[in-house]
Nanobody
Framework: QVQLVESGGGSVQAGGSLRLSCEASGYKHTRRCMGWFRQAPGKEREGVAA?????????TYADSVKGRFTISRDNAKNTLYLQMNSLKPEDTAMYYC???????????????????WGQGTQVTVSS
C-alpha cells in the first residue's frame, strides 16, 4: 500500500522559510516524477513543483514560486522535499505531495495525472 506522508508545515511571517518533507512508503518508484501541489480555501488545486531523476534530474516550477521554492529528493530515504523561502501571504494553502507513477513530468503540473497523494500539510503565511 502506497503512503505519502507530508510534514513541516506551520505558521510563518512573510519573508520567512519552511521546509516540507514527504516520506513515501510502499512506493519504490520515487525516482520517477513526483511533485508538490497546493490548494487555498475556495481555490483550485495548483501545481507548485515537480522532479524526476531518470539519470539526469529535471525540475519543473510554477511561475509563482520560481526563485523562491526548491524541490529536491533523497532517494535513499524515499523522501521528497520542498524548501520554501521568501514566503508570501499568497503562499498560504494546504500543500500536498503526489507521485505521478511514470517518468513523464508534464511541465503544466496537471494534478489529475498524479496517481498517489498525501493528506497534506498546512502552510500559513501572515503579513
Amino acid at each position: 500500500q502506497v503512503q505519502l506522508v507530508e510534514s513541516g508545515g506551520g505558521s510563518v511571517q512573510a519573508g520567512g522559510s519552511l521546509r516540507l518533507s514527504c516520506e513515501a512508503s510502499g512506493y519504490k518508484h520515487t525516482r520517477r516524477c513526483m511533485g508538490w501541489f497546493r490548494q487555498a480555501p475556495g481555490k483550485e488545486r495548483e501545481g507548485v513543483a515537480a522532479i524526476k531523476d531518470d539519470g539526469s534530474t529535471s525540475y519543473t516550477y510554477a511561475d509563482s514560486v520560481k526563485g523562491r521554492f526548491t524541490i529536491s529528493r533523497d532517494n535513499a530515504k524515499n523522501t521528497l522535499y520542498l524548501q520554501m523561502n521568501s514566503l508570501k501571504p499568497e503562499d498560504t494553502a494546504m500543500y500536498y505531495c503526489a507521485a505521478h507513477g511514470s517518468w513523464y513530468c508534464d511541465p503544466r503540473l496537471i494534478s489529475a495525472e498524479y496517481r498517489y497523494w498525501g493528506q497534506g500539510t498546512q502552510v500559513t503565511v501572515s503579513s
